[in-house]
């Protein structure tokens, strides 16, 4: 009888001690949303809209980096970017089509965000400032500085 509920302990303990990872691995993943857009103006009036803009192809990589994370991808109307938690600064090389801009992304780290007990904690940026250059890109406009998940769009880049 002492084995048996030892061997019932053993297995609750066991079961209640494996959590699965493979929610956390998922939701731990931080970066700064892009989306695309370019000024069109309505029609017989002096209005301006914002319209979601379908890139043809694009290119983007770090500064000083060697591998890409765009490379020559299609359609593309939003732009998901690491951001260094070592660092304050993240710059990009980005390319639309056959225009080439770099994007300067100055932040501040927070690595207080908590998700549970089993995923830890994850670090959340807060946006200062986006410099970039106006080759391609017209104007930067921050819309959400609080980066904390990657549902959101926190800048958004204007082409004319």
């Known amino acids: 009888m002492k084995f048996l509920v030892r061997i019932i302990l053993f297995l609750t303990l066991f079961l209640v001690g494996?959590?699965?990872?493979?929610?956390c691995r998922e939701n731990l993943t931080?970066?700064?949303k892009i989306g695309v857009y370019s000024k069109t103006s309505v029609e017989a009036?002096?209005?301006l809209t914002n319209k979601l803009l379908l890139v043809?192809?694009?290119w983007v990589n770090g500064l000083k980096k060697d591998s890409f994370l765009y490379n020559n991808v299609k359609s593309v109307s939003s732009l998901s970017l690491p951001l260094d938690i070592s660092r304050t600064q993240s710059d990009f090389i980005v390319r639309?089509?056959?225009?080439t801009?770099?994007?300067?992304?100055f932040y501040n780290n927070d690595d207080s965000y908590f998700i549970s007990l089993a995923c830890g904690c994850i670090v959340k940026?807060?946006?200062e400032e986006v410099v970039t250059t106006k080759h391609y890109i017209d104007s930067i406009h921050i819309i959400n500085r609080e980066i904390v998940n990657v549902d959101a769009e926190h800048i958004q880049?204007?082409?004319n």
């Open 45 to 47: 009036s002096t209005l």
């Open 56 to 58: 043809d192809s694009v």
């Open 30 to 32: 931080v970066a700064l």
């Open 96 to 99: 639309f089509g056959n225009q």
């Open 125 to 127: 940026h807060n946006l």
């Open 157 to 159: 880049l204007f082409h």
């Open 101 to 105: 801009d770099t994007i300067s992304i």
């Open 18 to 23: 494996c959590t699965s990872t493979e929610e």
